[in-house]
């Protein structure tokens, strides 16, 4: 079974700190994701990597970072912590098949609450 | 740009059959996947439509048709195992296929 690994289950943070969120798969999956989940918007994608060192943004990326230094690994970084950002953050992973559905399999997600 | 709409919520008996609509604005893609997530928990694949028609796997069925920009999940013999939230998504064929974009999701209750 494909597995997503998401490091932080809950996280309380305070308004300015720097967090980090990791992620590891054990699929060998080119394309590694984080998305956020809040009520009522669906899920939204933040970032994404196709590669080792690559990074693409995504849907809304404004107070991210991200960093892919190992092809299993691959971090969110919150640069300034601020309350618009409580949210649940899921990390996902798929192989490169565009073609057949690009099946995404996601960590059981990391809840963060900034105060 | 894609956007996908859903319900946001849906109940229905045990036993019965349920059908979750999305409807969805795009300017291209591969195909039409759906996603389970039960509270508290990961989304997980269900089903992928490449062609328009219908795909079965099981008790899950999913249909897509491009011409009409719509797409369901259908879930028979619904078991309370069935709640959960439903997302569907597409992936586009331009700009990157891994911006892969969801539905806003339903909820599905099944009450016995």
């Known amino acids: 079974d494909v597995k997503v690994t998401q490091s932080s289950r809950y996280l309380v943070k305070r308004t300015g700190e720097k967090v980090f969120l990791e992620c590891v798969q054990d699929?060998?999956?080119?394309?590694m994701f984080w998305y956020r989940q809040d009520p009522g918007l669906g899920l939204r994608l933040i970032y994404f990597s196709y590669d080792v060192k690559m990074k693409e943004k995504g849907d809304i990326p404004e107070g991210y970072s991200v960093s892919r230094e190992k092809k299993e690994r691959f971090s969110l970084i919150l640069e300034s912590a601020s309350t618009n950002q409580t949210s649940m953050y899921l990390c996902?992973?798929?192989?490169?098949?565009?073609?057949?559905?690009?099946?995404?399999?996601f960590g059981e997600g990391s809840w963060l609450t900034v105060v | 740009g894609q956007s996908l709409e859903q319900p946001s919520e849906v109940t229905a008996v045990e036993g019965a059959i349920v059908q979750i609509n999305c409807t969805y604005q795009?300017?291209?893609?591969?195909?039409l996947s759906w996603y389970q997530q039960h509270d508290g928990g990961a989304p997980t694949f269900l089903s992928y439509n490449a062609l328009d028609g219908l795909e079965e796997t099981g008790r899950f069925s999913s249909f897509l048709s491009r011409s009409d920009s719509y797409g369901y999940l259908l879930l028979q013999e619904l078991q309370m195992k069935d709640s959960a939230s439903y997302f569907c998504a597409v992936s586009p064929n331009s700009g990157g296929y891994q911006k892969v974009t969801f539905g806003t999701g339903t909820k599905l209750q099944v009450i016995p």
């Open positions: 996902a992973s798929s192989f490169g098949r565009p073609y057949s559905g690009n099946t995404i399999y």
């Open positions: 795009t300017s291209g893609f591969y195909g």
């Open positions: 699929m060998d999956h080119e394309n």
